[in-house]
Nanobody, 123 residues
Framework: QVQLRESGGGLVQAGDSLRLSCEVSGVTYSIETIGWFRQAPGKDREFVARISWRGEGTYYADSDSVKGRFTVSSDNDKNTMYLSINSMQPEDTAVYYC??????????????WGQGTQVTVSS
């Protein structure tokens, strides 16, 4: 089992920056990738970015709303992954989730999820 816990959300102003954390515990050696997702009110959950567990590779959603403003990083000594967001916009208001994919379960997608952290951007 893998447990994930997001933190760092809150109320921010448009134009601010924010860094979300995803603390990972459990059977971490089985993790292949940590993904970041968000779900805005009334919308489907969408993929934002992912980073390999060892921080060797990153990938971002091919979306104008994400490109250039979102950065994923990792601190493996702390088993913590980060999502940094710059120049925040009201459209970034959402619940942000991190999830883990497992190397030995490629067909399972993202079997482990955190509880999410709310980010609200005021204009």
């Amino acid at each position: 089992q893998v447990q994930l816990r997001e933190s760092g959300g809150g109320l921010v102003q448009a134009g601010d920056s924010l860094r979300l954390s995803c603390e990972v515990s459990g059977v971490t050696y089985s993790i292949e990738t940590i993904g970041w997702f968000r779900q805005a009110p009334g919308k489907d959950r969408e993929f934002v970015a992912r980073i390999s567990w060892r921080g060797e590779g990153t990938y971002y959603a091919d979306s104008d709303s994400v490109k250039g403003r979102f950065t994923v990083s990792s601190d493996n000594d702390k088993n913590t992954m980060y999502l940094s967001i710059n120049s925040m916009q009201p459209e970034d208001t959402a619940v942000y989730y991190c999830a883990a994919s497992i190397a030995t379960l490629p067909a399972a997608g993202w079997p482990f999820w955190g509880q999410g952290t709310q980010v609200t951007v005021s204009s």
